[in-house]
Nanobody, 122 residues
């Protein structure tokens, strides 16, 4: 079974920075893409940023220029550096591993972390 463990959320003032981490563990052979999604109260879960196995990145418009996603393939870990945070960035942030192939399953699956709260407030 694959598990995603997130860390790094918390309370920060507007204009501040936070760095989220997400480590995938289990009998993993490969992960096609890893990413971050967020969900604010009353809203649907939305993509924040995604990075594939060769480093191609994709960002949602609200975070472009402020957030940076990176990945350590050897550690099956993805990071999200969040700068110039705004109150509207407040949400639960979820890590996603897309098209994960393990050494014990014949097909690929997606997995989600449990979520980490990010609150931007003065």
């Amino acid at each position: 079974q694959v598990q995603l463990v997130e860390s790094g959320g918390g309370l920060v003032q507007p204009g501040g920075s936070l760095r989220l981490s997400c480590a995938a563990s289990g009998n993993i052979f490969s992960i096609n893409a890893m990413g971050w999604y967020r969900q604010a109260p009353g809203n649907q879960r939305e993509l924040v940023a995604q990075i594939n196995s060769i480093g191609y990145t994709n960002y949602s418009d609200p975070v472009k220029g402020r957030f940076t996603i990176s990945r350590d393939n050897a550690k099956n870990t993805v990071y999200l550096q969040m700068n110039s945070l705004k109150p509207e960035d407040t949400a639960v942030y979820y890590c996603n591993a897309h098209r994960v192939l393990t050494r014990t399953e014949p097909r690929e699956y997606d997995y989600w972390g449990q979520g980490t709260q990010v609150t931007v407030s003065s």
